[in-house]
């Protein structure tokens, strides 16, 4: 990648989005950065030399207007990473109704927002998109049922956008991480399976991912390949047996 390209990242203010962010940074790129805690966004802008501003994805206005002024300020955007998401642990029967509201506002429609308001101001023939899903987009777990239908979605969003703007220039890629130890998804303390507790990957890891998704011009990239693209794979084969698996082995502790 040459350097002095502007992206802009959501969920920058920590786990996947600020390591996304710093990695850029390291290479060479211009960054904006957009998230909901203004205190961590302020520390980390400084740190990078990056611009930032409050968003919430899940509200379209704020980011219609949020992108109206980056685009005042940037009209040619190079990279969209559309990173931005919520836990939501618990079954569709015992989850606050709240929470899946939530999830589905942001872990899905935050996307949706994003492009159409950013799409304006992404280079044509040199502009990407990254969408972060997580391998939960290909897997059905119960345990976590709001959190994979969100994820779900969002998946079906960024393979339906890449087709619809493979004709413009404007390239799409989809990450879909494992289970990846974060602030905000603490994932070491909560699996009950040490199998998975074993491939629980770190931000910096899943930051490398998406660089390595533009610059090599992958579509769609599960980080690891191993376990969790065979298990993506047996879900389309064997669901009754993957579904009977992830009742039990992928499920969360309540504590």
């Known amino acids: 990648m040459s350097t002095g390209r502007l992206a802009v990242v959501t969920g920058a203010s920590s786990g996947i989005g600020e390591a996304t962010a ?3 940074c390291r290479l060479g790129w211009r960054c904006v950065l957009l998230a909901r805690r203004v205190d961590r966004l302020e520390a980390l802008g400084g740190e990078l030399g990056a611009e930032w501003e409050a968003c919430d994805v899940a509200d379209r206005a704020q980011v219609d207007e ?4 980056v685009l005042e300020r940037h009209p040619a955007i190079d990279l969209l990473v559309n990173n931005a998401g919520i836990p939501a642990r618990g079954s569709f029967l015992d989850i606050d109704p709240e929470r899946i509201e939530r999830a589905i506002d942001v872990n899905y429609l935050g996307g949706v927002w994003c492009l159409r308001a950013f799409r ?5 023939g040199e502009g990407h998109v990254v969408n972060v899903v997580s391998v939960a987009g290909t897997v059905a777990f119960a345990p976590a049922g709001a959190y994979a239908a969100s994820k779900h979605a969002q998946l079906a969003f960024s393979r339906s956008t890449a087709a619809l703007l ?6 799409v890629h989809t990450v879909l991480p494992g289970f990846v130890e974060t602030e905000g998804f603490p994932q070491r303390t909560k699996l009950r399976s040490r199998l998975l507790r074993r ?23 599960t980080v690891p390949w191993f ?26 502790r309540d504590e």
């Open 22 to 24: 710093r990695e850029l």
């Open 199 to 221: 491939f629980v990957i770190e931000a910096d890891d899943v930051a490398r991912a998406i660089v390595r998704a533009v610059e090599q011009d992958k579509g769609e990239v």
């Open 66 to 69: 949020v992108a109206a002024r």
């Open 166 to 171: 493979r004709g413009s220039g404007i390239r």
């Open 227 to 252: 376990p969790y693209r065979l298990v993506s794979i047996s879900q389309a084969l064997l669901p009754g047996l993957v579904a009977r698996m992830a009742a039990g082995a992928t499920g969360h």
């Open 120 to 124: 304006p101001g992404l280079r044509a």
